[in-house]
């Protein structure tokens, strides 16, 4: 076996699973604390990565040139505007629905789903769309013929999603908010008795599920350059399968859940085929319910009689 | 009112179940004698409804067996939720076998298929569907099923649908219910769900049935009802009863054998006389302090607790 | 309402303010900025239009919210909010065993009134029909959210267009072959995945869905991949509806000497796909009146009561499971039959989603009511071709209203009443 195609594949996994991971912290964060599948989550994706050309359109037309600058406008600006499309969607289609059947949630969220879609569609047009790559530069390892290469901007990918994660994870186990939302989580009754505004909590999950998915879409569109009205399915479904692989409602879970899906992916496109990669994803997830719904840092589940 | 003397239906041998870290049930033994009314009681969190679940396959105990014999069935419950396989199993196939089988097709609907049949703490009534409809799911063990004639309505198949819906007929009828045949189950006022989960239970035709707290929230006048249809299921339609309540007035009322669980463990069994003279179950009930004013002339101490556990 | 609240204009005014603020945020960058090449044009029209309108909509819900007039018409606008399920009385009406043949009558002379056009979009809206009537066992009934009934409909669609191309069977020979192999892919799939949770069912068989399509897509060589595969026509005891005979029989306008129509196939396609419309509805309609049906039902409303009674909860899912397959798998020889050629873009999650949105809009377990809601959806967008592009975006408007407003679906569910005369036991 090619030790550098090896190291290739485990870094594509590993720059791909940072995204798998920053998007599935959506999914686990919401299924923890309301028990439902988004399934809008991966269209909220999509929408960032719209944002993301808008935004970069607009900042170059106001003439700001500075690389960090715009970057960090375009961000800031897309994850905010994603935030309030999370909010607003849960205000929408998922608040009115609490304490309906079990059914009612999940095909709410698909219409939603539907509706994004659509909606971008018919005001962006259905063709693809691009960027203009912004940064350019390989960092290569290795020698002549055989390197291990890594561009910049998935550099930035990696850092920007472990950040990410960081300033995550530091506001669920260290602020007051986190505190909440944890309560929440373990019990919405009591919770909501305690005095937790627990509306309020879940709402504010939405946001920060929708503007981790943001920071991928940035990422990401900067990194791909094109994208579609139509990405957020399989990238959401292949998210989906990271919470899951996890742990669902584990944040650790979600991130470590990405990295080892990312991986498995780059393994198989690079050594297998790479014309299944989405059939062994999906392939995968079914596996890992089948024989362990419990994900790798989740706790099992007892059910109530 | 007597024990009768019959065989033990089931046999609660080294029951334990944890829970993570939690141990529920540690080693709790005892038996249901057949045609008996029994009663579990306990102190909140005793462990009753664990008990409860495990014999009605809900939940997988951790370790122990449950021995139910019918006469038609001699099956230990816990082993038909399928085991966890061990690396010894791999050495005996035919035990590897046999573990797999319940592993793939085994379940909870397997000990009532044996005849346990049981109502819930918070009734589960299958609330969109009539009454009768829900007497008729519990009947499915007993009438056609096959899809192809139901499709054809053979003769055969409709005669086997008539006399199901009889039968619902006469169980409601038995529960007071025949009025509220076509209403929605959960439009039923909250006595009517309670009785109509009792006949939906009997309709499977059980040899045991476990009722989990069957007169929670009912009113003085419903709860003696309750204990004469206990007493009536048990007489007329030869069930044996297994309760779990907390209205002592009605379980040292209906029942003649009651097993007291707490912490997990059986401090005390007996007949109901035995049980409300038994300082062991005050002290559970009423704390230790208590215990000690009311024990102290009879000389029990407190380290002699679990010598004196079993009376009976 | 004892307590009379003042009515306060502000509030209204101000929540109506605020609305409008977000939905510019939400709609201003997507629907007003729209972009080509690397630029964006200036549509900023459309979303101060819709933020208008949504603060406009804010505060006179926030307004008449607020007085007793108003909220006696909100909730008239609304209406009841009931479980939307009924116990159907034990007397018949009298027009209701006439409604059945009339009905029946007028469906058997449809293509005497129809043009090849029309015809084909009641042909594809029969194909929903089934669709509609084979999921909504699935998620009506048994309430397992199937995201990926489309793998079936391929599954049925592809046993067609093999069996054509590599063993030269017709339509006849692989109806029962599809609806069966369709029913034993269900039951492939089905029993490993049955035992989980309901929404993990739900991402699973989505899961499995897009598997079919992707391996349909990517084995070239055995069918088609995306250039797709040619379906063979129905027969008519071996006579064929094309101009020239290709599968060995003789065309149907020469053995008649009559002369040669496109219609006659489409004719015939629709009359057989009616016939087994009618028989699905009657045999769906006993299922739910037997066991099966029952259990199913069961299942849906209570799992754990289900097993307290006995129940085997995985293999009453996968009887619903593969029923539901085996009429997904019958839609698709009707596609393939009728499209003559078929490839993996026809089945893809969209396709569920429309599925599943009649299933929703129908009434999750009523029959008329998805019948009447797969007839609308796929005859509504043709009659309605200027709204084309919108058809999307209305259906999930739709699917989210419903479940908002009544998740039970329009049409009210009335259940049988049991008729008790002296039990004879």
């Known amino acids: 076996m090619d030790i550098y195609i090896l190291g290739q594949q485990l870094l594509n996994g590993l720059i791909l699973g940072s995204i798998y991971g920053l998007i599935a912290i959506g999914y686990t964060m919401v299924y923890g604390i309301i028990g439902m599948i988004n399934f809008a989550h991966g269209d909220i994706y999509m929408i960032s990565a719209y944002l993301t050309a808008i935004l970069l359109s607009l900042i170059f037309s106001l003439g700001i040139t500075s690389l960090p600058v715009v970057l960090l406008l375009t961000l800031f600006f897309a994850m905010a505007i994603t935030g309030t499309y999370g909010w607003a969607i849960e205000r929408v289609a998922y608040r009115p629905l609490r304490g309906s059947t079990r059914l009612a949630p999940l095909i709410s969220a698909i219409g939603m789903s539907l509706v994004l879609q659509s909606y971008v569609q018919i005001s962006q047009g259905a063709r693809n769309q691009g960027v203009p790559i912004l940064i350019k530069g390989v960092l290569r390892l290795g020698g002549e013929e055989q390197f291990v290469q890594i561009t910049y901007i998935q550099i930035l990918i990696v850092i920007a999603s472990f950040i990410g994660m960081a300033a995550l994870t530091y506001i669920i186990l260290r602020t007051s908010l986190g505190r909440q939302c944890r309560a929440t989580q373990q019990d919405r009754k009591m919770a909501a008795i305690l005095g937790i505004n627990t509306n309020r909590i879940i709402s504010t999950v939405f946001v920060i599920g929708s503007s981790m998915a943001a920071l991928a879409g940035v990422l990401v569109t900067l990194n791909y350059g094109s994208f579609d009205f139509y990405i957020g399915f399989v990238i959401g479904i292949k998210a989906f399968t990271a919470a899951v692989l996890g742990g669902i409602g584990s944040l650790p879970g979600a991130m470590l859940g990405g990295i080892v899906l990312g991986m498995a992916e780059g393994l198989f496109s690079g050594f297998v085929s790479s014309d299944y990669k989405d059939v062994f994803a999906f392939g995968l997830l079914v596996l890992v319910l089948v024989f362990r719904p419990s994900g790798l840092l989740g706790k099992p589940e007892i059910e109530k009689v | ?312 | 309402m004892p307590i009379q609240q003042k009515t306060s204009l502000r509030k209204a005014l101000l929540d109506g303010f605020w609305s409008g603020i977000l939905a510019l945020i939400i709609f201003g960058p997507i629907s007003g900025l729209v972009l080509k090449g690397y630029e964006v044009q200036n549509e900023l029209m459309r979303p101060l239009l819709i933020a208008l309108s949504v603060a406009v909509g804010r505060f006179l819900i926030s307004y008449l919210i607020q007085t007793t007039k108003g909220r006696y018409y909100l909730g008239k606008l609304v209406g009841k909010r009931d479980a939307g399920v009924t116990v159907a009385s034990l007397t018949k009406s009298k027009y209701q065993h006439l409604l059945i043949p009339v009905l029946v009558l007028a469906g058997l002379s449809v293509p005497l009134l129809l043009g090849k056009y029309w015809l084909t979009v009641v042909i594809l809206a029969l194909i929903y029909v089934l669709l509609g009537l084979g999921l909504n066992i699935v998620v009506g009934l048994a309430g397992m959210l199937d995201l990926g009934y489309v793998a079936f409909y391929a599954v049925g669609a592809y046993t067609l267009a093999m069996g054509a191309q590599y063993f030269e069977l017709g339509f006849w020979t692989m109806l029962p072959v599809a609806a069966i192999g369709a029913a034993m892919f269900g039951a492939m799939l089905g029993f490993p995945v049955l035992r989980m949770h309901g929404d993990y069912l739900a991402i699973v068989t989505l899961g499995f869905g897009e598997i079919i399509r992707l391996v349909l897509n990517n084995m070239l060589e055995i069918t088609g991949g995306p250039n797709g595969a040619s379906a063979p026509s129905p027969t008519l005891f071996g006579l064929e509806f094309t101009r020239r005979a290709k599968q060995g029989g003789i065309p149907f306008h020469e053995y008649f000497d009559i002369a040669y129509s496109p219609s006659y196939k489409y004719i015939f396609i629709y009359l057989i796909l009616f016939v087994v419309v009618c028989l699905m509805i009657l045999f769906v309609t006993r299922l739910k009146q037997m066991p099966m049906g029952r259990a199913w039902e069961a299942l849906r409303e209570d799992e754990i009561a289900c097993r307290s009674l006995g129940i085997n909860h995985v293999t009453v899912k996968l009887s619903a499971f593969m029923m539901g397959a085996m009429v997904g798998g019958i839609a698709g020889v009707f596609f393939a039959t009728y499209q003559g050629f078929i490839n993996p873009s026809s089945f893809t999650f969209f396709e569920s989603a429309l599925i599943l949105a009649i299933v929703v809009l129908g009434g999750l377990g009523s029959t008329v009511g998805v019948i009447v809601a797969a007839l609308v959806l796929t005859i509504l967008p043709e009659a309605l071709r200027d709204f084309a592009e919108y058809r999307v975006l209305l259906f999930g408007i739709a699917m989210v209203l419903m479940m908002v407003w009544k998740p039970r679906g329009l049409i009210r569910i009335k259940r049988k009443a049991y008729e008790l005369g002296e039990p004879t036991a």
Not at chain 2, 115 to 141: D, P, S, Y
Not at chain 2, 212 to 225: M, R, V
Not at chain 2, 245 to 270: K, P, Y
Request: aromatic fraction near 6%; glycine fraction near 8%.
């Open chain 2, 1 to 312: 009112m007597s024990v009768e003397t019959g065989h033990p239906l089931l046999s609660v041998r080294n029951l334990a179940m944890r829970f993570g870290g939690i141990q529920a049930l540690a080693d709790v033994n005892f038996d249901i004698r057949q045609g008996s009314i029994s009663a579990m009681i306990g102190p909140n969190g005793a462990g009753k409804t664990t008990v409860f679940n495990c014999i009605t396959g809900f939940y997988r105990a951790t370790g122990g067996s449950i021995h139910y014999r019918s006469d038609s069935h001699d099956i230990n419950l816990v082993q038909v939720l399928g085991e966890k396989l061990h690396l010894k199993d791999f050495l005996n196939p035919p035990r590897l076998a046999n573990r797999l089988y319940y592993k793939l097709f085994g379940g909870s609907h397997l000990v009532a298929q044996a005849g346990v049949a049981r109502t819930f703490q918070n009734i589960r009534l299958f609330r969109e569907m009539t009454a009768i409809e829900n007497l008729l799911v519990a009947q499915h063990m007993q009438i056609i099923r096959n899809p192809i004639s139901g499709v054809l309505q053979t003769p055969a198949f409709r005669r086997s649908e008539q006399d199901s819906i009889d039968r619902a007929h006469i169980w409601l009828k038995v529960v007071g219910l025949d009025k509220d045949a076509n209403r929605l189950a959960g439009e039923l006022p909250y006595g009517h769900q309670r009785r109509l989960e009792i006949a939906r239970a009997m309709a499977t035709g059980p040899k045991l049935i476990c009722l989990d707290e069957p007169a929670a929230g009912l009113n003085p006048k419903e709860t003696e009802e309750l204990s004469n249809l206990i007493r009536l299921l048990r007489d007329q339609h030869q069930v044996t009863v297994l309760l779990i309540e907390h209205d002592m007035g009605m379980v040292m009322d209906v029942s003649e054998h009651i097993v007291v669980l707490d912490h997990g463990e059986i401090i005390a069994e007996g007949t109901p006389h035995e049980i409300e003279n038994s300082p062991t179950v005050l002290a559970a009930y009423l704390g230790e302090d208590y215990s000690n004013t009311v024990v102290a002339p009879d000389g029990t101490t407190e380290e002699s607790r679990p010598q004196e556990m079993i009376s009976a």
